[in-house]
């Protein structure tokens, strides 16, 4: 992060330098001190006190904003808010009015740096203490309207955006913890999976392998079947590995969604893409199919298209052979996002094609189209799964 929020430390150069020029900023306000003290006609040795105890407020209002979030107890914050209240009230009281501008530093500084609970005590009682003095102070009651509702106000102003601030922190965290036990439970998820998929095929094999090693001298038959049984069992064990390392990499909708939605933002294009997959209960080989496809036509926009804005429509549909889903991404590029993309949209047709599906790709109106449309339902009958030349050779014990 470049900045820092209210409520926390700065800890790096970066922050402290945007946190010091954020503050400094407000200290503009301080015009009317620094004017009475350079033409209000006090004396020099009531000026000089005025300049130190403006420095001393000054420096004692910078450290309490600077070292909120540092884990100092409520006393002491609550200590030095009264330390500042006092020092305002001095200097209102012997050297004018000007000077009751102190207080709305001391109200927001309370709004900052204490929680919620407490501030919503010290920022109405330094305001209700700066009114009395502007009562008190010669014509300090023209300066009461102007000040009093920028100390009410500011003060728990400051406290809002503070926990606001605050709870958009937790939320991070939380996400991050959830982030986190997802991995962990994928983690155990796969490591029962494989415990399940090979355990039994490894004490089966692990046996049988004893087994063929006590016959081996005496029984070559029975060996010779024992090893057989190995090998069946050998490769049982890889197909069922392989089929669940393929359920492993399938990608799905979601994942794809959420992928596509950053790889556009940070391609500086517009991105109008639904919240949720949403179609309802699909054929797992369907959703797959519709997954690489989003992937790489998202990879195609921001690749090749030059576009401002992509939308992409999910929907299921019900046509004369059965449900159906309609996958839609569309661009307003002119970069030619129908050209040079051969290979990749005959691939993705060839894939779509396999679970059941088509493509339509080219160039529409205000840009590039493209359409691809699935089975919603898993096809009647065995097939459905397609083996490649590497999965058969895998098979046959390569």
Known sequence: ?????????????????????????????????????????????????????????????????????????????????????????????????????????????????????????????????????????????????????????????????????????????????????AANEERLRLARDLHDLLGHSLSLITLKSELAGRMLPGQPEKAAQQVADIESVSRQALVDVREAVTGYRRPRLSGELAGARVALTAAGIVADLPAEPGPGEVAEESESALAWTLREAVTNVVRHSGARRCSVTLARRETLTGPILELIVEDDGSGGSGKGHGNGLSGLAERLEKAGGTLEAGRARHGFRLVARVPATAPAGPAGHSRTAADDAVGSGT
């Open 1 to 181: 992060m470049s900045g820092v929020g209210i409520g926390q430390r700065p800890d790096n150069r970066r922050q402290k330098l945007v946190k010091s020029v954020w503050t400094g900023i407000w200290l503009v306000y301080l015009s009317a001190p620094v004017g009475d003290l350079l033409h209000g006609g006090h004396s020099t040795g009531v000026t000089v006190l005025g300049w130190l105890g403006l420095v001393v407020f000054v420096a004692w209002y910078w450290a309490l904003v600077f070292r909120t979030g540092r884990g100092e107890g409520e006393r002491l914050v609550l200590g030095s808010l009264a330390v500042l209240a006092a020092e305002s009230s001095v200097l209102a009281l012997t050297l004018g009015r000007e000077w009751l501008v102190l207080f709305v530093y001391v109200s927001i500084a309370s709004g900052a740096a204490l929680p919620l609970r407490t501030a919503r005590l010290t920022v109405p009682a330094v305001s209700a203490l700066m009114a009395v003095l502007a009562l008190v102070v010669p014509g300090g009651r023209a300066y009461l309207a102007g000040l009093l509702i920028p100390a009410f106000l500011g003060g728990f102003a400051m406290t809002g955006v503070r926990e606001l601030l605050r709870t958009t922190i937790a939320l991070r965290e939380a996400r991050a913890t959830v982030a986190q036990l």
